[in-house]
């Protein structure tokens, strides 16, 4: 079952980026046009996605070997010391929560009764620090933390 979430979680990782992309993207381009329904649901996709990815994501953090479990056994005085150990215990999961916020703060700005172009810049502010902390956060094949990870699931 783990191993199908860490898959699952792999994946949405695209489906969000890609999310993300197209959601600052058009509101980018967009800035002065009008809002519609179709910036609206790229956001509420985006949000729905993130959420799905935070739910499999806390399921990994409890039941796999790098979250919780690595601080009970472990002590938090020796996670904190190791850089993937920590990474995997604290950091992915604050950074990710922190995106996952900037998510929803700035799909509520698509129902608020304000101008288009607010709602615009608000979406490209909100969206655009959530694309940053995601990359950020995400453990790269590249990275230290990323080590022996692959680019999809299963690589």
Avoid at 7 to 27: D, G, P, Q, T
Avoid at 109 to 119: A, R, W
């Amino acid at each position: 079952m783990y191993q199908g979430m860490l898959h699952l979680h792999s994946v949405l990782r695209w489906v969000i980026l890609i999310l993300l992309l197209v959601a600052v993207y058009r509101s980018l381009v967009d800035k002065n046009k009008s809002f519609t329904a179709g910036h609206r649901k790229t956001g509420l996709f985006l949000m729905i996605s993130a959420d799905v990815m935070l739910l499999v994501g806390i399921y990994q953090w409890v039941t796999g070997p790098i979250g919780l479990k690595s601080i009970q056994a472990n002590g938090m005085s020796v996670v904190m010391k190791d850089s993937v150990l920590r990474f995997f215990a604290i950091e992915h999961l604050i950074g990710m929560i922190a995106a996952i916020i900037l998510i929803h703060i700035g799909y509520s700005y698509s129902k608020k009764d304000i101008t288009d172009t607010v709602k615009h810049k608000r979406a490209l502010l909100f969206y655009g620090l959530a694309l940053l902390i995601i990359l950020i956060f995400i453990p790269w094949p590249f990275r230290e933390v990323g080590e022996g990870r692959g680019w999809l699931p299963g690589m």
